[in-house]
Structures are given as C-alpha cells and as structure tokens.
Nanobody, 124 residues
Framework: QVQLMESGGGSVQAGGALRLSCLAS????????MAWFRQVPGKGREGVAT????????TYSDSVTGRFTISTDSVKETLSLEMNDLTPEDTATYYC?????????????????WGRGTQVTVSL
C-alpha cells in the first residue's frame, strides 16, 4: 500500500527558504511520475513541479521556475522540493503526488496517490 507523508513545512520570512520532503513508503521510484502541488483556501490545486524518474525530466510552473527544485532519492524513498526566495504568494498547503499514468508526466495529468499536505506560510 502506497503512503505519502509530507514534512518540512513551516513559517518563514520573504526571501527565505524551505525544503519539503515526502516519504513515499511502498512506492517504486523507477520509471514513475511524481509531483508537488499546492492549494490555498478558496482556490483550486496548482501543479508546482513534476519529475519523471525514467529520465529525470522536470517541469515547473511559471511562478516557481528558477526558485524551486524537485528531486527524488530512491534509497530514502523520498521526493523533495527545495524552495528558495520565497514570497507571500507561495503561502499554501503543499501536497506530494504520485501514480500518474505515463507516458506523459505533467502537472495536468491525474495522479493516483496523494499525501495529506504540509503548510507553508511566508510573511513579509
């Protein structure tokens, strides 16, 4: 049974950094698509970044390109999101996702497994 558990959220001032982790117990990291999404109350879930472990290809939303980095560690069974130069607009609950139907790995494809989320709050 696949279980995804996020950690690393918290409160930070604008310009700061956080590293989110997602422990993906029981999930095969080879040849899969994994992602980070975020959501603020009253708005839809936004795809932040994806990683295709078949070849390491990553995609990012325009709002985080150049500031966020998605990565995986198959030994530690962990998906990570390094977030730098944070702004108040990055405030949201962040979710990790896995189980997208390949061959297409993108933020707009359905994901079958989701974590419960971790809160990130960025203040001025």
């Amino acid at each position: 049974q696949v279980q995804l558990m996020e950690s690393g959220g918290g409160s930070v001032q604008a310009g700061g950094a956080l590293r989110l982790s997602c422990l993906a117990s029981g999930y095969p990291f080879r040849g899969v698509c994994m992602a980070w999404f975020r959501q603020v109350p009253g708005k839809g879930r936004e795809g932040v970044a994806t990683i295709d472990t078949r070849d390491g290809t990553t995609t990012y939303s325009d709002s985080v390109t150049g500031r966020f980095t998605i990565s995986t560690d198959s030994v530690k069974e962990t998906l990570s999101l390094e977030m730098n130069d944070l702004t108040p607009e990055d405030t949201a609950t962040y979710y990790c996702a896995a189980g997208a139907q390949l061959p297409r790995c993108a933020r707009d494809v359905p994901f079958g497994h989701w974590g419960r989320g971790t809160q990130v709050t960025v203040s001025l």
